[in-house]
């Protein structure tokens, strides 16, 4: 079984969107890109004996069927077995084909500059990198992960707040819900506020730029004052009438936090259970995802 990709010109957006997470048009704009990346690859591989594109073309023969592979894998996260039946292949060589490109697609969506800051180090960077920027909304997601065998090991990713073992970012978006920046992807029992924290975000963030943050972020406030949060009943001191509408306000505010990590999380590489061994995967699964989402407000 092996994909044919003219066969798909003829199928609706619905379609390539069921099958690799973009329209036909978003994948037309990015295939330039990648292919330019793919050609960079080429010409930098170490220890070259023969021309770019020399040998046989395998089951990959061109930029279209590589763009359309890696795509796939984001979106639909099969197995390797899977992908390689699909593809007409082995498992063996399917996964040596994800690890190749995906690396690629990244670059892609660089050369795009869609790809979301992993770190702000200063309110000045902020502002080179932001200028028009006066709202951000910041909220932390998780996503399973495969059970360690080790106790230390699974105590290790184990969330309360999920109830099972996941991998935690920290998302920042703007207001037309273009993800800014993503943090480092972290075991889940590290708390919101602690890996906002390790990144030092709050000092990053200018005092004339509003951020509206959930519960999650308790003391984001201490160190960006013009911080706005749902205020949190207590035990001695419930919520007042006023309480509540201002929280309704702050939340109906703060839901294009929700719609923003719904947008990223369009493909299955970043909300099924991972499960791939090699190391720092999920967080290039993650990168690509917010990457893809950036790409597509971008192409309106």
């Known amino acids: 079984m092996i994909v044919k990709i003219n066969h798909l010109r003829r199928a609706s957006d619905r379609t390539w969107k069921a099958l690799i997470g973009v329209s036909q048009k978003e994948f037309d704009a990015l295939l330039p890109l990648f292919s330019s990346a793919?050609?960079?690859?080429?010409?930098?591989k170490p220890n070259r004996?023969?021309?770019?594109?020399?040998?046989?073309?395998?089951?990959?023969?061109?930029n279209v069927e590589k763009l359309f592979f890696a795509l796939m894998y984001l979106k639909a996260y099969?197995?390797?077995?899977?992908?390689?039946?699909?593809?007409?292949?082995?498992k063996t060589r399917?996964?040596?084909?994800?690890?190749?490109?995906?690396?690629?697609?990244?670059?892609?969506?660089?050369?795009?500059?869609?790809?979301?800051?992993?770190?702000?180090?200063?309110?000045?960077?902020?502002?080179?990198?932001?200028?028009?920027?006066?709202d951000v909304f910041v909220d932390g997601t998780e996503r399973p992960t495969q059970k360690p065998k080790s106790q230390k090991r699974r105590q290790k990713l184990y969330s309360g707040k999920k109830k099972g073992t996941m991998r935690k970012n920290i998302v920042m978006n703007d207001e037309k819900r273009r993800i800014l920046y993503l943090s480092k992807t972290h075991?889940?029992?590290?708390?919101?506020?602690?890996?906002?924290d390790k990144d030092h975000l709050a000092r990053a963030i200018p005092d004339d730029?509003?951020?509206?943050?959930?519960?999650g972020f308790q003391g984001f406030d201490r160190i960006h004052p013009n911080t706005q949060m749902p205020k949190k009943a207590t035990k001695h001191n419930p919520l007042t009438e006023a309480?509540?509408?201002n929280n309704k306000v702050i939340s109906g505010i703060r839901i294009l936090a929700e719609h923003t990590i719904g947008g990223m999380k369009r493909l299955k590489a970043a909300t099924d259970i991972y499960r791939n061994r090699i190391p720092n995967m999920d967080d290039l699964f993650m990168e690509l995802s917010a990457g893809i989402w950036n790409f597509h407000l971008a192409q309106g």
């Open 38 to 44: 793919w050609q960079t690859f080429l010409m930098t």
């Open 49 to 62: 004996k023969r021309k770019p594109g020399a040998g046989i073309k395998g089951i990959l023969p061109g």
């Open 78 to 90: 099969p197995t390797f077995d899977v992908m390689g039946f699909i593809w007409g292949t082995d």
């Open 94 to 134: 399917a996964h040596k084909w994800t690890h190749k490109l995906l690396p690629i697609l990244k670059n892609s969506l660089h050369i795009s500059g869609n790809l979301p800051k992993r770190k702000i180090t200063s309110v000045e960077e902020f502002f080179r990198l932001f200028p028009e920027i006066k």
């Open 187 to 196: 075991s889940g029992r590290r708390h919101d506020k602690r890996l906002a």
């Open 209 to 215: 730029v509003t951020a509206w943050t959930d519960t």
């Open 243 to 245: 309480d509540k509408q």
